[in-house]
T-cell receptor, first 117, second 111 residues
Framework: GAVVSQHPSWVICKSGTSVKIECRSL??????MFWYRQFPKQSLMLMAT?????????EQGVEKDKFLINHASLTLSTLTVTSAHPEDSSFYIC?????????????FGPGTRLLVL | QKEVEQDPGPLSVPEGAIVSLNCTYS??????FMWYRQYSRKGPELLMY????GNKEDGRFTAQVDKSSKYISLFIRDSQPSDSATYLC???????????FGKGTMLLVSP
């Protein structure tokens, strides 16, 4: 399977600061990447769909000005949590579609654990 | 009613047992059905993928889809302690639609 990496794997920050999380497809070009959030013992909730070279599409209830997504290249998407607050503490996971193949080729990154103090 | 329902468990079984994990869903438009395994503090990895109804087998894993009942299952034979993880079902409408996940079932296989 393909490899998707995330950086950092975990981060602790103070309330009010901004945090940037990177998602990279290491061995393929991904025109579409997804960002999910997962709270303890809860399912993955899709936050937004990130398309290379265009604006991200956010799911209902997700503040686009708070969760800034940039997909500037075919191998990199970034999620910036602006003015983070304790309630933003969660596990953030990205995934990437490998083009030319089917639904089974959505590969997930290892996740980034964010703790806002 | 949520789109995808999955019992969160935990489900505890002894090593060697046959495990049955299930999801129900409400939207009959779903066509693709996946099972992911997620170890603690890791991202999900795809285990099985099925299109429409039917069975699919891969080693110790068998996935079943019953679209008439809106019910999908994952069976694990000869379960091993290394199978201990959270199993998430997911489904989508078409090959490039977004995935809708269940909450995940935590499985614990004791030696």
């Amino acid at each position: 399977g393909a490899v998707v990496s995330q950086h950092p794997s975990w981060v602790i920050c103070k309330s009010g600061t901004s945090v940037k999380i990177e998602c990279r497809s290491l061995d393929f070009q991904a025109t579409t990447m997804f960002w999910y959030r997962q709270f303890p013992k809860q399912s993955l909730m899709l936050m937004a769909t990130s398309n290379e070279g265009s604006k991200a599409t956010y799911e209902q209830g997700v503040e686009k000005d708070k969760f800034l997504i940039n997909h500037a290249s075919l191998t990199l998407s970034t999620l910036t949590v602006t003015s983070a607050h304790p309630e933003d503490s969660s596990f953030y996971i990205c995934s990437a579609y490998k083009p030319g193949q089917g639904v089974e080729t959505q590969y997930f990154g290892p996740g980034t654990r964010l703790l806002v103090l | 009613q949520k789109e995808v329902e999955q019992d969160p468990g935990p489900l505890s079984v002894p090593e060697g047992a046959i495990v049955s994990l299930n999801c129900t869903y409400s939207n009959s438009a779903f066509q693709y059905f996946m099972w992911y395994r997620q170890y603690s503090r890791k991202g999900p990895e795809l285990l099985m993928y099925t299109y429409s109804s039917g069975n699919k087998e891969d080693g110790r894993f068998t996935a079943q889809v019953d679209k008439s009942s809106k019910y999908i299952s994952l069976f694990i034979r000869d379960s091993q302690p290394s199978d201990s993880a959270t199993y998430l079902c997911a489904m989508t409408y078409s090959g490039y639609s977004t995935l809708t996940f269940g909450k995940g079932t935590m499985l614990l296989v004791s030696p």
